[in-house]
């Protein structure tokens, strides 16, 4: 059997180019296997692409930015993939229970069991595997330079969220959730389809197996006064600790497997700690879309 393993080289602060070694000897116990350095996003999500129907197994490190990219590739495709975690964050890892370490992730691609989870599609031709994200802080993935990540990790995130979010924007926000129609304002909206967001378990009660997305808004009034301003502060703060399952008067929760959300022309979205599109979005549960190798033992 052959498997391609694809890395990242920015990711991880670089530890994944230290340990090529140990990587190919261990897949090499299973597979016929091929490493490829990736050079950017879009070199991640094309190698993925060519590799289907070519290899058995595509084994890819990187962030979550990374498991992005190389969803984009796979598209449709009925693929078995592996992942090592080697970003700041790893989101996607937390939700299913993936360990950090090199030869532990290892270990679930050549021990695991293989299991099919939900995906997101936006807008019908875009795929997000754990979260689309509207609001204060969510541009800091994005915009927070490679060199910061690497020397400050994920404080690097929090440092440029702290900076450029000190004045959370109120926006308006309507939409429907498996017909069920709502309407705020607020300073952020989450949709989520994995359990950790921004490595906290916001969505701790959820599954990628599940055929729901949970949706997650922060309301706050349209002309805030200073307390309901510093008040944001705190409710942000409480839903990342502490999740969506306490119930909380400033945060709205919905659930469903097809949603609409609309006026928002002018904010962007971020898709799995990527820039997405801007302005109103469809979202839509995939099932059972994506093959992937997830500890024996874990619930995902």
Known sequence: MKCLFLYNPMSGRGKIKKRLSLI???????????????????????RARAAVGKYDLIVFSGGDG???????????ADMQLGYIPAG??????????????????????LGGRSEQLDCMRINGTHNCMYVAALGTATNV??????????????FAYAFRGIRRNMRFRVFRIHGVC?????????VLALVMNGRSVAGFKVN??????????????VKQKERPNLFQKLGAYF?????MLGGIKRKRKRVAVYRGAKLFIGGVS????????????AGDIEAEVMPRRVRMMVPAQKKV
Do not use: C
Request: aromatic share 6%; proline share 1%; net charge negative.
């Open 266 to 277: 002018d904010m962007v979205w971020d898709f799995d700690g990527e820039r997405g599109v």
């Open 88 to 109: 700041t964050v790893n989101d996607v890892a937390r939700s299913l229970g993936i360990p950090r370490r090199i030869k532990g992730a290892l270990k679930v691609i």
């Open 235 to 239: 409710v942000v703060v409480g839903l």
């Open 141 to 154: 993935t994005y915009e927070t330079s490679q060199r910061s990540k690497r020397a400050l990790g994920w």
């Open 24 to 46: 190919r000897s261990m897949l090499s116990e299973k597979y016929e296997t091929d490493i490829v350095e990736t050079k950017s996003g879009a070199d991640m999500e094309e």
């Open 66 to 76: 990374t498991f992005h990219n190389v969803l984009q590739g796979i598209g449709e």
């Open 178 to 186: 498996d017909g069920r129609e709502f309407a705020h304002t607020g």
């Open 204 to 217: 701790r009660g959820g599954s990628m197996q599940d055929g729901q997305l949970e949706v997650a808004i």
